[in-house]
């Protein structure tokens, strides 16, 4: 039973363009929300998260979005550049665990 | 300050064989838990351990198991390998408390 999905395995985007990457989750109570993104041959790199107290977090290019009733979560990169070209995965926190649950990824390809 | 490093990085097994991963956490981290990948199931928890004490586990055979030092470096054991246990072994630290996971590079492990 997957908690966390990534629906898109993977999205190509023009340089400049942004990049919209989704995320649905089943559990209600994940409280924290990460973005994380992987480089081949590296592990998974902290990108930005979201409380579930709040519906926006942004830092410069990178902004979440969560809509709790939808069970919902995005990663908008503004403007995308050919460096962001990366698998990026979702993953869950439910308050009290450090056990991050994940989704399967989305492979992000930012064309020149 | 240095990052999350694990060793070895490769490492071919047989099945039957056992196996000992290495993980040291970034300086002042207390909390390292394990993940494994694989292209079918992605990212999955194994355990979280938490000054020296197991504080969370995911759903693996107790073939996996782990330990944790009092320098916070830990070790995950996988015993009986089989064809399966084929897979990105991932370390990641934080401070404990509702914090980004950093990780590791991740071994290679490969079950012949």
């Known amino acids: 039973d997957q908690q966390v999905k990534q629906n898109s395995p993977s999205l190509s985007v023009q340089e400049g363009r942004i990049s919209i990457l989704n995320c649905d989750y089943t559990n209600s109570m994940f409280d924290y929300f990460l973005w994380y993104k992987k480089y081949p041959a590296e592990g998974p790199t902290f990108l930005i998260s979201i409380s579930s107290i709040k519906d926006k977090n942004e830092d410069g290019r990178f902004t979440v979005f969560l809509n709790k009733s939808a069970k919902h979560l995005s990663l908008h990169i503004v403007p995308s550049q050919p460096g962001d070209s990366a698998v990026y995965f979702c993953a869950a926190l439910q308050g009290g665990s450090e056990k991050l649950v994940f989704g399967k990824g989305t492979k992000l390809t930012v064309n020149p | 300050k240095a990052g999350v490093t694990q060793t070895p990085r490769y490492l071919i097994k047989t099945r039957g064989q056992q196996v000992t991963l290495s993980c040291s956490p970034i300086s002042g981290h207390r909390s390292v838990s394990w993940y494994q990948q694989t292209p079918g199931q992605g990212l999955q928890f194994l355990f979280e351990y938490f000054s020296e004490t197991q504080r969370n586990k995911g759903n693996f055979p107790g073939r996996f198991s782990g330990r944790q030092f009092s320098n916070s470096r830990s070790e995950m054991n996988v015993s009986t390998l089989e064809l399966g246990d084929s897979a990105l072994y991932l370390c990641?630290?934080?401070?404990?408390?509702?914090?980004?996971?950093?990780f590791g590079p991740g071994t290679r492990l490969t079950v012949l």
């Open positions: 990641a630290s934080s401070l404990g408390i509702l914090n980004e996971q950093f």
